[in-house]
């Protein structure tokens, strides 16, 4: 009985044998799983999306979806997933693209090592003539000893093959010398997978069996490599070809010259989008026209039917907190559009293989805060919803690097649902008032990151990172992935909302809010020199930072009062959801920590700021 | 030299790599001391953009610093 073994972690019927999706990032992967199992997984252009394993039915056996990796070991969160769920598998189907064979017959060839039983989705054929490479498929076939399949999977090409050829899957051929070193291996863990990884010093399944990891990892990679190399001589021809303009395109968004432009570009894009098109147009007929102008007088006249509006009932239920009236008002008018829009333009990016361009672009600047420009990608992911951020940073190279993004995207980054409701509260400012705003969180963003690389100890890892090829997000992913996610956000925010709404109704109808609003007015009115209700905004800001936002629309601030308002509601403590995920990836103690400077760093900066412009 | 002195264009060998968990990472990429590899993008002050074949990787350049290379043709 391995502690790894699959069927305990996800629920299989008995007798299926397990089918595993195994690929490099990028290959398309997805697409294969959502056709054999007719299910919706979330496909993406970026590594660390896919990280719970997922997983279908194909007639009587189960298809379980891994991370994309490049190879199986350690070296990172994903690598580990892909490991145990490869090591529990009956049939590996590893989907390679065509046109990085060299690259992803590496992985083809460890999961061949490890002894499991093959057939190779050889994807992206068209893209790989369109480049001038030519693969001698039942060659490569041949030389790997397990089933080759062509496929398109974009156009459903070679996917029925694929399935009528699933149990066809084979174990394939391993270099003699690396054979005779795992027959020794295998007579003491009676695993040729967890043979071969232990040989490649692998040290959490060494620990299982309780030996000491091998050191021979380097040896038998470079000698995999070797065997890769030489397959590929006899199965690619590379006939010349002209840089397409997707190759130069990329070029350019690298190379700051032309890059910072197209970032420019793309930001201004987003702003019209998001801010511009979805904050006034959509929401003023979502917001104005739907919600206050028809679906409140409707409720409020519905619900004072049976209960007085002045009730304690009716003041929980339709009065300034209700949570039939502000929750519904805020959730489907204001953050519902705006977290659409959002998400659409953040998948569009994801899926265009746009983001690791902008890691190597930014790569330099990133160092003065001790991360390197890998970090860039939590850091935008953060900008739709700062929890799903919080979770990439797993994809940075060191732990000093994770607690440095960690605090960052806690503290200065701003999700798409508080985004949403800071653009609606300074559109009406100008555009003085919104740089203002950009250039204060940015610097507070390079304060903090420069003393955080400064007081933590450890080292930050170098940039390394996988150019995939530019591609045209498919409008059907964009939206599949915008809907999952928007449904989501929804299902979580809404109660936590409501539950937020109510606990201010109430502590509004015992009186409460006002003795607390009294209590910390030294706080909100002396150093923040706001009004004493902007008490209200806080406390709803405990549950989610974008709420206490929302709770800031009903105060009558001076311009300066509303970006102090904003500055400090913006830096204020993480929502709760990511205050959750922070305490599982770093630990209650370093949570704690990050959270309780956050809360004190949120007002001193924001006090400052009111000092210094009162 | 190092990659870091690596121009846009110019075709390398990789001589050397000091760090082995960078070895065992980049070798899946086809990269791996011998290898020849092209210099497709100098960032200034940043990263290398290297290739070999359809493949770029990008190289922050404190990495580069470390690359032991030989170069093949400008």
């Not at chain 1, 991370?67 to 580990?80: A, D, R």
């Not at chain 1, 398109?152 to 029925?160: F, P, S």
């Not at chain 1, 051929?173 to 070193?181: A, F, G, H, P, R």
Request: charged content about 20%; some cysteine.
């Amino acid at each position: 009985m391995h502690c790894h073994d699959l069927s305990n972690h996800i629920n299989i019927p008995k007798g299926a044998r397990k089918i595993v999706l195994a690929g490099n990032p990028n290959v398309g992967k997805s697409v294969f799983f959502n056709n054999l199992t007719g299910m919706y997984v979330d496909v993406s252009n970026f590594p660390g999306t896919t990280l719970d394993i997922t997983h279908g039915i194909l007639g009587k056996d189960a298809i379980i979806d891994t991370p994309g990796v490049y190879g199986v070991s350690s070296f990172n969160q994903e690598e580990i997933v892909a490991r145990d769920v490869i090591l529990g598998a009956d049939i590996v189907i590893n989907v390679v693209d065509a046109v990085h064979l060299e690259r992803d017959l590496f992985l083809t060839q460890q999961i061949i090592d490890m002894g499991v039983p093959v057939i190779v989705a050889l994807n992206m054929l068209d893209e790989a003539e369109k480049q001038g490479v030519k693969i001698d498929v039942d060659l490569l076939s041949d030389l790997l000893g397990v089933p080759v399949i062509s496929t398109v999977a974009v156009e459903k090409k070679g996917l029925d093959e694929l399935k009528q050829n699933l149990y066809k899957a084979r174990v394939g051929i391993t270099d003699l010398e690396l054979k005779q070193k795992l027959i020794k291996q295998l007579e003491r863990v009676g695993s040729q997978g967890e043979a071969l990884l232990i040989l490649e010093g692998d040290p959490h399944v060494a620990a299982r069996h309780g030996l000491k990891p091998g050191g021979q990892r380097e040896e038998i990679y470079l000698a995999r490599r070797g065997r890769v190399n030489d397959l590929i001589k006899h199965v690619v021809r590379q006939t010349q070809h002209e840089a397409s303009y997707a190759t130069k395109l990329g070029r350019w968004m690298i190379n700051p010259i032309t890059g910072v432009p197209i970032l420019a570009g793309v930001m201004y894009l987003m702003y019209q989008l998001v801010a511009v098109f979805i904050a006034q147009t959509v929401v003023g007929f979502t917001e104005e026209t739907v919600m206050i102008e028809m679906y409140e007088p409707f409720i409020v006249n519905l619900v004072g039917k049976l209960f007085a509006e002045e009730s304690i009932l009716g003041i929980l239920l339709i009065g300034e907190f209700g949570v039939l009236t502000m929750t519904v008002i805020y959730i489907l008018g204001l953050l519902l559009p705006l977290v659409l829009g959002f998400y659409s333009f953040l998948s569009a990016m994801e899926d265009s293989g746009y983001l690791p361009r902008v890691a190597a672009m930014v790569d330099r600047v990133l160092g003065f805060i001790g991360l390197n420009g890998r970090a860039v990608i939590p850091f935008i992911l953060g900008f739709g919803c700062v929890t799903m951020a919080t979770i990439t940073t797993r994809l940075l190279g060191s732990d000093k690097e994770r607690k440095i993004a960690t605090f960052l995207l806690a503290l200065a980054i701003p999700c798409s649902a508080q985004i949403a409701v800071i653009v609606a509260l300074l559109a009406g400012l100008g555009v003085k008032v919104a740089i203002a705003y950009v250039a204060i969180m940015f610097t507070v963003l390079v304060i903090i990151g420069t003393i955080l690389n400064k007081i933590l100890p450890g080292q930050s890892t170098h940039l390394m990172i996988d150019l995939p090829p530019l591609r045209l997000p498919r409008v059907e992913n964009v939206l599949k992935k915008t809907t999952i996610k928007t449904w989501y956000f929804l299902r979580e925010a809404t109660p936590l909302f409501a539950i937020g709404a109510l606990a201010i109704g109430i502590l509004q109808v015992s009186g409460l809010l006002d003795i607390i609003q009294v209590g910390l007015a030294p706080l909100t009115e002396g150093w923040l020199k706001l009004p004493k209700e902007a008490a209200t905004a806080f406390i709803m800001g405990f549950v989610r930072r974008d709420f206490g936002a929302a709770g800031l629309f009903d105060l009558t601030l001076t311009p300066v009062q509303t970006l102090v308002a904003l500055v400090t509601i913006s830096l204020f403590v993480p929502c709760i959801a990511s205050g959750l995920i922070i305490i599982k990836e770093q630990g209650k103690k370093h949570a704690a920590m990050m959270w309780a400077s956050v809360l004190v760093l949120a007002f001193f900066f924001g006090g400052l700021l009111a000092q210094i412009l009162g | 030299m190092t990659l870091d002195k690596g121009k846009k264009g110019m075709t390398v060998k990789i001589l050397h790599i000091p760090d082995e968990l960078i070895r065992s990472q980049i070798i899946r990429f086809g990269i791996t001391e011998g290898a020849v590899i092209k210099c497709e993008e100098v960032v200034p002050a940043g990263p290398i953009i290297v290739s070999r074949n359809l493949q770029e990787i990008a190289i922050g350049r404190s990495l580069a610093r470390q690359i032991k290379v030989e170069q093949i043709s400008a």
